[in-house]
């Protein structure tokens, strides 16, 4: 699976952005997708995931302000984010994975396949 993220850019504070990742190689409709993201100097850390099932899970820090969702047809998985602040400023990276265990889905060990990441800055 390859993954190819786009969407990223420079908003103000309380803008939104659209993030989206296209699959190729394989279709991932059995695939566990996640967004991750790293700022400088941070580790990198769980934005949000979607199961197959269409289950969804966020980071606290983003529950309520991004919403996760994908089209299998499509072979694509998006992420949008609203109400954004300068706290939100890292590279976005997509990622999947076709047999993460749900105690596992925050970690970003745990999935196989990468995307090369997207730049997100909010300015204050």
């Known amino acids: 699976v390859q993954l190819q993220a786009s969407g990223g850019g420079l908003v103000q504070t309380g803008g939104s952005l659209r993030l989206s990742c296209a699959a190729s190689g394989r279709t991932f409709n059995r695939y566990t997708l996640g967004w991750f993201r790293q700022a400088p100097g941070k580790d990198r850390e769980f934005v949000a995931a979607i199961r197959y099932s269409g289950h969804t899970y966020y980071a606290d820090s983003v529950k309520d302000r991004f919403a996760i969702s994908r089209d299998n047809a499509k072979n694509t998985v998006w992420l949008q984010m609203n109400s954004l602040k300068p706290d939100d400023t890292a590279i976005y990276y997509c990622?999947?994975?076709?047999?993460?265990?749900?105690?596992?889905?925050?970690?970003?060990?745990?999935?196989?396949?990468w995307g090369q990441g997207t730049l997100v800055t909010v300015s204050s």
């Open positions: 990622a999947a994975d076709s047999s993460i265990i749900l105690s596992s889905i925050r970690n970003p060990e745990q999935y196989s396949y």
